[in-house]
């Protein structure tokens, strides 16, 4: 198995366990923030799950699928992550059309979006720089 599918191998495991954060007694607060930031609902699972989903059926079929997978979900988290980062809410979650622009300090933007902005771009820079790869 080539690097691009071990990637999106990889995007498999972190999306799932993204997804069950919610549910470890001892990762979210008294507000059901995980790590007092993330404040994720069924809906954040579910689209974690899904995206974990097609990691790991993209992983699993071949190298093109792999690396279609981390281009398109890359760019779709890196964006919804800058979204984040400029008005507080994020497209994937629909939090930009139900909360709108939020007033919220840049340090918690940047807690908040970070994951998506690092998760996406990591993604789209390995399906460019393992672009070649015969594997």
């Known amino acids: 198995m080539g690097r691009l599918r071990l990637i999106a191998l990889g995007y498999m495991a972190l999306l799932f366990s993204v997804a069950t954060l919610n549910y470890i007694p001892g990762l979210t607060d008294a507000e059901g923030r995980a790590f007092g930031v993330f404040a994720l609902d069924i809906f954040d699972d579910l689209l974690h799950v899904v995206s974990g989903l097609w990691a790991g059926l993209s992983a699993f079929t071949s190298r093109r699928a792999a690396q279609i997978f981390l281009r398109y979900f890359g760019t779709l988290y890196f964006l919804d992550g800058l979204l984040?980062?400029?008005?507080?809410?994020?497209?994937?979650?629909?939090?930009?059309?139900n909360h709108g622009v939020l007033d919220q300090p840049l340090s918690f933007k940047i807690m908040a979006s970070g994951p998506h902005i690092a998760a996406g771009g990591c993604a789209v820079f390995a399906s460019w720089f393992f672009a070649d790869e015969v594997r």
Request: no cysteine; aromatic share 8%.
């Open 84 to 97: 984040g980062l400029a008005t507080g809410s994020g497209y994937l979650d629909l939090g930009i059309l």
